[in-house]
């Protein structure tokens, strides 16, 4: 009967929003699911109206519309229409159960507050009574009642609601606690939850690894394409599958009969390269190694190895080692159909071009090197320099979306590069200025990854953008129940000098630790970056390849300088 349109619920609520000033919350339609009892079933429950402030606390408001009338036995109608319970009795049964729900809110302790209950009756007016007539039952006063002419103005609701609360409240002797603003804050959380629900992040993981394996293997149309090609530089952005092809490339060529070498920079994704090949590697026609290793077998195998000084300088490396392979393979000599390179923007132009000679037609077996001149950490990359055909991968089939697009402001190149996967959670970013807020960032990180959002330790690597000998983290690498790992250094962060195949296999509840240098080629579901330095000349390029790392979620812990550098590209 209420006019407007308006059910008689929806008439009550304006009125009270309009005639009640700001603090007062007005909750409609409130909803609940309780127990009478513990242990007992669960029922459901619902109030038209919750009425709330801080000091006078709630009142619980019914509404009935239509013709109201109360017979000789206690019976209420709303026309012919019979309500049971009873308005007063189902007003104030919502009270109690409101009362339970406050009590098992963990935020409220402060016991019951304030609280009583009221009816509205907005298509009836109590001047209707016969005179002297002003109780409609002895559960049921009328200053209870908001009738239609309660409701007709803002000042008659008011003053109604007022009268109610102040049947319930009295002289404030024994009504209950009030609310104050924190109980306030916390019926809006309780009546008003902003809630987004989203996946674990251990499920996200899971529900986007069917999509990731599918991406990937679509990337060996790239393989399809150069079928004729011996001698081809492919390179690519960081995610498009590189180190996959070449993986695939040494599969199929062995397939083929081929005696292979399959060769890259760092240890780590020799180790990773080996797991993935044990197939090809048991029929003797694979061979899998670092490029150093190499100049370390062959040079031992030709006789002209020099002795290892201690320790080890630089030129160890760059030098020494290179000419004992370019001495070695002038005595053994070419015993390879293929040769294949992976991260080769980490090799000298000088080493590139001793490679071919280990191959038994130097000039027309296959020799493959898979590249990205953005990830160079150590040296130019001057892989296009050789007389090699090139070929270019634009799609980034690893990283989320969200990853890639922050990751993409560091890439070097002038292409432009297609994210193949469209969802992903926004990267964190989180401010750490020194040693201490970085270290109790990682704790915290860890926690909330394991614990929280139930990753596996496994599914995790935290890289530094330092050395291990240098980290502050490799140091402590007890982070709360989380333990850092690599098997490939000592307590010191000194390297073990391990071969691929004799790296031990990480323990499961462990986080593998490494530097971004090291890792560069490999991924992992999730990767934290730390301990990056705003004034190292090799920032971009650390970020670049650290982003670039993750195949579902990247956390970034640095100092706001570097943050500002990450968000401003």
Not at 44 to 55: K, Q, S
Not at 196 to 224: C, D, F, G, K, M
Not at 434 to 451: K, S
Request: proline residues 7%; contains cysteine; hydrophobic residues 40%.
């Amino acid at each position: 009967m209420t006019g407007n349109g308006q059910t008689a619920e929806q008439h009550v609520i304006e009125r009270a929003r309009t005639a009640l000033p700001a603090d007062y919350r007005v909750y409609p339609n409130v909803h609940w699911i309780s127990r009478t009892r513990a242990g007992g079933p669960a029922r459901d429950g619902e109030t038209d109206l919750v009425i709330a402030h801080p000091e006078r606390g709630l009142l619980i408001v019914e509404v009935k519309g239509g013709q109201i009338s109360r017979d000789a036995h206690g019976r209420w109608y709303s026309g012919s229409h019979e309500l049971d319970p009873t308005p007063f009795r189902q007003a104030a049964t919502s009270k109690y159960a409101i009362l339970g729900k406050l009590r098992e809110v963990p935020e409220w302790r402060a016991g019951n507050p304030r609280a009583g209950h009221a009816v509205a009756f907005p298509d009836v007016d109590l001047a209707t009574l016969p005179p002297g007539a002003r109780v409609l039952g002895p559960d049921a006063p009328t200053e209870l009642v908001l009738d239609g002419s309660a409701l007709e103005t803002p000042h008659n609701t008011r003053r109604a609601i007022d009268r109610a609360y102040d049947h319930w409240i009295g002289d404030g002797a024994g009504a209950g606690v009030e609310l104050g603003d924190e109980g306030i804050r916390v019926l809006d959380r309780l009546f008003r939850p902003e809630v987004a629900l989203r996946p674990l992040l251990r499920r996200q993981i899971a529900q986007e690894t069917e999509e990731l394996v599918r991406l990937t293997h679509a990337q060996y149309s790239v393989l399809n394409h150069l079928r004729g090609v011996r001698r081809a530089s492919i390179s690519g952005p960081a995610g498009s599958g590189k180190t996959m092809l070449a993986a695939e490339k040494a599969r199929r060529l062995v397939r083929e009969g081929f005696r292979v070498l399959l060769l890259c920079f760092n240890q780590p994704l020799a180790r990773y390269l080996t797991a993935q090949l044990q197939q090809e590697l048991a029929t003797g026609f694979l061979h899998v190694s670092t490029f150093h290793q190499l100049c370390l077998e062959l040079g031992a195998e030709a006789g002209v190895l020099p002795a290892e000084p201690t320790p080890k300088p630089q030129s160890w490396w760059d030098e020494t080692l290179p000419t004992a392979l370019d001495k070695a393979v002038q005595t053994i000599g070419g015993r390879y159909h293929a040769v294949i390179v992976d991260e080769g923007q980490d090799f000298a132009r000088s080493w590139l071009e001793t490679l071919p000679f280990l191959l038994m037609e130097p000039w027309e077996d296959v020799f493959y090197v898979f590249h990205d001149p953005s990830q160079a950490l150590y040296r130019p990359d001057e892989t296009d320099t050789l007389e090699l055909e090139s070929s270019f991968i634009p799609d980034n089939c690893r990283n989320p979306s969200p990853v890639h697009d922050l990751a993409q402001r560091f890439y070097a190149g002038p292409e432009h590069i297609v994210a193949l996967r469209e969802s992903g959670r926004p990267p964190q970013l989180i401010a750490a200025e020194d040693e201490r807020e970085t270290l109790e960032a990682l704790r915290r990180t860890l926690h909330t990854l394991v614990h929280e959002e139930r990753v596996l330790p496994g599914q995790i690597v935290v890289l530094t953008g330092v050395s291990l000998a240098r980290s502050a983290a490799w140091r402590q690498r007890t982070f709360g129940n989380e333990v850092l790992w690599n098997g490939s250094y000592d307590a010191e962060g000194r390297t073990l000098g391990l071969a691929p195949e004799a790296q031990p296999e990480p323990p499961a509840d462990v986080v593998f630790f490494d530097s971004i240098r090291r890792f560069k080629g490999l991924e992992r579901e999730v990767i934290v970056l730390v301990e990056l330095a705003p004034d190292d000349p090799l920032l971009e390029r650390f970020l670049y390849v650290g982003m670039t790392r993750a195949l579902n979620h990247l956390i970034v812990i640095a100092p706001s300088a570097v943050l500002a550098r990450i968000r401003g590209g």
